[in-house]
């Protein structure tokens, strides 16, 4: 794997997302690669507890925008059908090649029978954001910030992150962070219980291996249905079905002339100028 580094210790594997030169932002090709390995370790049975994270002091910004405002790599376009490779000049279908594997990474993240741990060190950003809350728990370094991030681009949000957000933090609160989107800090989102733990950055790895092992040491088909039984008493039954929609949705308005604006704005450095639609 070129962008996908998997490192194991025991029964514990860490899966680090390894672009730090685009921010651990995710192209089509480390989406799959990442949506490949999610899927091995979550139906490996040797492996006990996952920790997510990314590499140089940056867990994940989302999607690449550079990769979308250029257009894509053609060579990834093979899959779709000659409709969807000429389907109008917009971002939508950029951005739903890269989805269709985060949103399907999410999902396995959330029925695997095994615990995931997100260990976030500097930004969680957007699609790095609703990574990040789909795992079972979540510690960060004192130098993480969080920020949902998509309306500053024009967006509406993806990746899982309007359907945790209300589960997590309560519907007004979740409303303020999305159609505001402060940038929070580990302790702002700890208070907030957006994560479960900080640690100073020197000490993050180390505790989060700690943390991994623990539950690792724990007995795994108990672990797994009480995973099982707390997604259903959340409603996670419904999570598939809901990052449908946001995928759909998001590309829709990817095609609009507000996210031209705003990819437009966040290269330039500027204040986007949207319209109303």
Known sequence: MNHINIHRHDAVVIL???RRERFNSLDVATAQELRKAGLQLARDRDVRAVILRGEGGVFCSGADLKYIRDGGDDRDLGYL????????????????MILEYI?????????????????????AAAG?????????LVIASDESWFEWA?????????????????RLVGFHKAMELALLSPRLTAADALELGLINEVHPRQDLVDRSLELAGMLASRPTTAVGVAKKLINRAAGMDRLDVHLDAEL????????GPNFAEG???????RPPEFDIE
């Open 103 to 123: 949103h399907s990474t999410i999902s396995e993240i959330r029925r695997a029978p095994k615990p995931f741990i997100a260990a976030v060190d500097g930004p």
């Open 248 to 255: 759909d949705e998001l590309a829709r308005i990817a095609d």
């Open 150 to 166: 998509y309306l500053n681009t024009g967006l509406s949000g993806a990746e899982s992150s309007t359907f945790f957000l209300p």
């Open 128 to 136: 790095g954001f609703g990574l990040a809350m789909s795992c079972d």
């Open 16 to 18: 680090e997302i390894a």
């Open 81 to 96: 059908t000659p409709e969807a490779r000429d389907r109008g000049s917009g971002y939508g279908r950029v951005f739903k």
């Open 263 to 269: 990819i437009d704005a966040f290269f330039a450095k």
